[in-house]
């Protein structure tokens, strides 16, 4: 599978476009708990409208420059991990609704990586997030889309609770 990677806005190929004649539910793909929650919501919405999923791995930039190869293998090794991250994330996508996701691999700060990506790809219909399970808040990328950077957004947003069964998920979908 090929990725459409982004890494400071440098952009190749993808296996699966992005169609605009179907509605495309963008996932954040990171490490959170509450991952299980927005994927499981956007590919039951998918199915049921015959739209499709877009899943987004947002790499921090590396801070070792002090030797140029040194710091190019880092940012090696964590595309390479974000690839991986994906890679398992489409299967369970793919196993879900059907189809393969379309997949964007970025480095930065993922509030700002993703409203970029949303300005490039005009066929995305929905990011789908979920709140944050703990009693830190609902997240930082919650946070900034429904803050500071709400007036940014050119789609909706929705925003699963981080904490419910699937069944609970699918009752809502």
Known sequence: MMFMTTTQRED?????SISPDHRTFLVVV?????????LRYACRRATATGGHVALL??????E????????????DEAREDAEEVLQRTASLVGRMT????????????????LLDLLSEEPNISVVVLAAGVGGDGPGPLVTALTGKHAARLRVPLTIVPGHLSDDEIDAMA
């Open 12 to 16: 190749t190929d993808t296996s699966v």
């Open 30 to 38: 990171d490490q959170s708990t509450e991952l299980r929650a927005a």
């Open 57 to 62: 791995h947002v790499s921090h930039p590396t």
């Open 64 to 75: 070792f420059e002090h030797w140029m190869f040194v710091g190019k293998r880092m940012r």
């Open 98 to 113: 059907g189809r393969m996701p379309a997949l964007f691999v970025r480095e930065g700060e993922p509030t700002e990586q």
